[in-house]
């Protein structure tokens, strides 16, 4: 029998913003990891535990928080730019129908998923993730695959840690799909509930009674509610303080995506309501096309946001939507959420360590992130910083400073190719500089996967904001003898033509039209776009 492995211990110094409370800060202080999980935090100047005497700690020069937490991600379409939204919408059932939204995103990602050669689908979940790790994001919802058949799903998996996947038993899986049919029936949702410890569903997106309906719906003839501890209802616009006193009373959970909410509705969530009411408030950035680039940008938007709108949320209070506030949603609050001995060391460092540290994280910009950790294990982070931790990886750049990002995981998902995020951005990019000849082949294949006549092996992915792919993302209840949720089927009915467009900068610094993009987003309050640039 051979000897056990040595565990792997490694040790980083700085500010500790451990989120266990308000103000539980270390101003100088050091995190032992050994394997995965923190073995000690100690301030400066305590013996370092045992086995770790010879340790050398990084010193990181930064602030260090918990990894960032995201439960509102659409990770497939974050390739694609921010959508110059044309006019304020009701609900989303209207807005997936406008001629330049499918023009600008369902077209381009229907042409990227369906006449994908083979090479798109490894460079995009490559891109994706990338998207994340820079920008200190360690957990966030799966990116979605099918076989070409659409009979086997499954989640990717990567660097990142899907909540979907999660890693039972300490980290039991969340589910954010229900099967089309139990989508429609009232006590098949309930009990898809029932049995789950997180269910992360879209709920009344939109500010109209449309949109109010889907959350009406989930009362049954009897007076039932279709609402459990489990459900993380994502959006919640069209929600009162009456509603979310309901939600309250059954244990509910709400993900807030303010940016996305104000693009599309000139309104956002009564977070208020909810949080008076009691219920956990998580923050989701939504996806590229109309919300933040990453959810270090969206704690920019919430702060913003509850600026203007006078909501009274701290600075901690937006951070712990990041941090705690997700983990608690998700029950994994006992690994993760908080630094905490013997919790996973999913950590986020930043650059700096004056002033107020909440406030700091929320001010910081991508090039301002030092170090990212995932399961005690340097994923991203400075050249030096990741060579003092031993880390390697591929080299990029951040604005004008040298970066290092690690990918490679024992479990990675095999049968996908394992390309560089350069190779990635290479494809990509000449993909959407060319999907007019792609869309021919895209529409063909669709007609060939409704027909059944799909003989391609390997996988594909399923695009959960399009395509009828046996699972919804919110419940199509009845509601006055009417189906709630969108109609998935009319969302793929016409193919307007496609014109090349540019790939998505991976970070804001290396995006030079997204800030302007944004302040001229008509349906923004006056003035919000330009108070979220300034932090940039």
Same mark, same amino acid.
């Given at each position: 029998?051979?000897?056990?492995?040595?565990?792997?211990?490694?040790?980083?110094?700085?500010?500790?913003?451990?989120?266990? @409370?308000? +103000?539980?800060? !270390?101003?100088? *202080?050091? /995190?032992?990891?050994?394997?995965?999980?923190?073995?000690? &935090? =100690? #301030?400066?100047?305590?013996?370092?535990?045992?086995?770790?005497?010879?340790?050398?700690?990084? @010193?990181? +020069?930064?602030? !260090?928080?918990? *990894?960032? /937490?995201?439960?509102?991600?659409?990770?497939?379409?974050? &390739? =694609? #730019?921010?959508?110059?939204?044309?006019?304020?919408?009701?609900?989303?059932?209207?807005?997936?129908?406008?001629?330049?939204?499918?023009?600008?995103?369902?077209?381009?990602?229907?042409?990227?998923?369906?006449?994908?050669?083979?090479?798109?689908?490894?460079?995009?979940?490559?891109?994706?993730?990338?998207?994340?790790?820079?920008?200190?994001?360690?957990?966030?919802?799966?990116?979605?695959?099918?076989?070409?058949?659409?009979?086997i799903h499954k989640y990717y998996?990567?660097?990142?840690?899907?909540?979907?996947?999660?890693?039972?038993?300490?980290?039991?899986?969340?589910?954010?799909?229900?099967?089309?049919?139990?989508?429609?029936?009232?006590?098949?949702?309930?009990?898809?509930?029932?049995?789950?410890?997180?269910?992360?569903?879209?709920?009344?997106?939109?500010?109209?009674?449309?949109?109010?309906?889907?959350?009406?719906?989930?009362?049954?003839?009897?007076?039932?509610?279709?609402?459990?501890?489990?459900?993380?209802?994502?959006?919640?616009?069209?929600?009162?303080?009456?509603?979310?006193?309901?939600?309250?009373?059954?244990?509910?959970?709400?993900?807030?995506?303010?940016?996305?909410?104000?693009?599309?509705?000139?309104?956002?969530?009564?977070?208020?309501?909810?949080?008076?009411?009691?219920?956990?408030?998580?923050?989701?950035?939504?996806?590229?096309?109309?919300?933040?680039?990453?959810?270090?940008?969206?704690?920019?938007?919430?702060?913003?946001?509850?600026?203007?709108?006078?909501?009274?949320?701290?600075?901690?209070?937006?951070?712990?939507?990041?941090?705690?506030?997700?983990?608690?949603?998700?029950?994994?609050?006992?690994?993760?959420?908080?630094?905490?001995?013997?919790?996973?060391?999913?950590?986020?460092?930043?650059?700096?360590?004056?002033?107020?540290?909440?406030?700091?994280?929320?001010?910081?910009?991508?090039?301002?992130?030092?170090?990212?950790?995932?399961?005690?294990?340097?994923?991203?982070?400075?050249?030096?910083?990741?060579?003092?931790?031993?880390?390697?990886?591929?080299?990029?750049?951040?604005?004008?400073?040298?970066?290092t990002i690690d990918f490679t995981?024992?479990?990675?998902?095999?049968?996908?190719?394992?390309?560089?995020?350069?190779?990635?951005?290479?494809?990509?990019?000449?993909?959407?500089?060319?999907?007019?000849?792609?869309?021919?082949?895209?529409?063909?294949?669709?007609?060939?996967?409704?027909?059944?006549?799909?003989?391609?092996?390997?996988?594909?992915?399923?695009?959960?904001?399009?395509?009828?792919?046996?699972?919804?993302?919110?419940?199509?209840?009845?509601?006055?003898?009417?189906?709630?949720?969108?109609?998935?089927?009319?969302?793929?009915?016409?193919?307007?033509?496609?014109?090349?467009?540019?790939?998505?900068?991976?970070?804001?610094?290396?995006?030079?039209?997204?800030?302007?993009?944004?302040?001229?987003?008509?349906?923004?309050?006056?003035?919000?776009?330009?108070?979220?640039?300034?932090?940039?």
């Amino acid at each position: 029998m051979s000897p056990a492995a040595s565990p792997k211990r490694w040790a980083l110094t700085g500010r500790i913003v451990t989120m266990a @409370a308000e +103000g539980d800060v !270390i101003k100088n *202080g050091t /995190i032992f990891i050994e394997d995965n999980r923190i073995a000690a &935090i =100690l #301030p400066k100047g305590q013996p370092a535990p045992t086995g770790f005497e010879a340790v050398a700690a990084v @010193a990181t +020069g930064g602030t !260090i928080y918990p *990894g960032l /937490i995201e439960l509102h991600n659409h990770l497939s379409y974050n &390739i =694609l #730019p921010l959508w110059r939204v044309p006019q304020l919408f009701g609900n989303r059932d209207q807005w997936q129908n406008a001629k330049s939204y499918k023009t600008s995103v369902t077209g381009p990602m229907s042409a990227i998923a369906l006449a994908d050669d083979g090479s798109l689908l490894p460079a995009l979940v490559r891109y994706v993730e990338a998207k994340c790790l820079v920008a200190g994001t360690t957990t966030s919802q799966g990116i979605t695959l099918s076989n070409w058949s659409g009979t086997i799903h499954k989640y990717y998996k990567g660097a990142l840690r899907a909540a979907e996947i999660g890693s039972p038993p300490d980290l039991p899986r969340a589910h954010s799909k229900i099967p089309d049919i139990d989508a429609e029936d009232w006590a098949k949702f309930d009990n898809e509930l029932k049995s789950s410890a997180c269910f992360l569903l879209h709920l009344s997106e939109g500010i109209d009674a449309k949109a109010h309906s889907h959350f009406l719906a989930l009362r049954n003839s009897a007076g039932d509610w279709a609402i459990e501890p489990s459900l993380a209802g994502i959006h919640c616009t069209a929600l009162d303080a009456t509603d979310f006193g309901t939600m309250a009373e059954n244990h509910a959970k709400v993900v807030w995506s303010p940016l996305s909410n104000l693009l599309l509705y000139g309104k956002t969530t009564d977070v208020v309501a909810a949080r008076t009411a009691g219920l956990t408030v998580a923050l989701g950035s939504d996806w590229s096309p109309s919300g933040s680039k990453n959810l270090l940008g969206e704690l920019k938007a919430a702060k913003v946001v509850s600026a203007h709108f006078n909501l009274g949320f701290s600075d901690y209070d937006i951070v712990a939507m990041a941090t705690r506030n997700p983990a608690a949603i998700l029950k994994w609050d006992g690994k993760l959420g908080t630094i905490a001995k013997g919790k996973f060391a999913d950590l986020l460092v930043v650059k700096g360590v004056t002033g107020d540290p909440y406030g700091r994280l929320i001010k910081s910009r991508e090039q301002d992130i030092v170090l990212v950790t995932i399961g005690g294990r340097p994923r991203y982070g400075t050249k030096k910083a990741m060579q003092q931790a031993g880390a390697s990886g591929e080299a990029l750049k951040i604005g004008r400073s040298a970066r290092t990002i690690d990918f490679t995981s024992p479990d990675q998902d095999p049968g996908i190719e394992n390309v560089t995020l350069a190779e990635a951005t290479s494809r990509l990019g000449a993909a959407l500089g060319n999907l007019g000849t792609l869309q021919p082949h895209s529409i063909a294949m669709s007609a060939a996967i409704a027909s059944g006549m799909v003989s391609r092996t390997g996988w594909r992915l399923a695009l959960d904001e399009q395509f009828s792919n046996n699972v919804q993302l919110r419940p199509r209840l009845a509601y006055n003898g009417i189906r709630t949720g969108p109609d998935l089927a009319a969302v793929t009915a016409v193919a307007e033509p496609l014109h090349p467009i540019k790939l998505d900068g991976l970070t804001v610094a290396g995006d030079p039209v997204f800030l302007d993009t944004l302040k001229s987003e008509s349906n923004l309050p006056q003035g919000l776009g330009a108070a979220i640039a300034a932090f940039y």
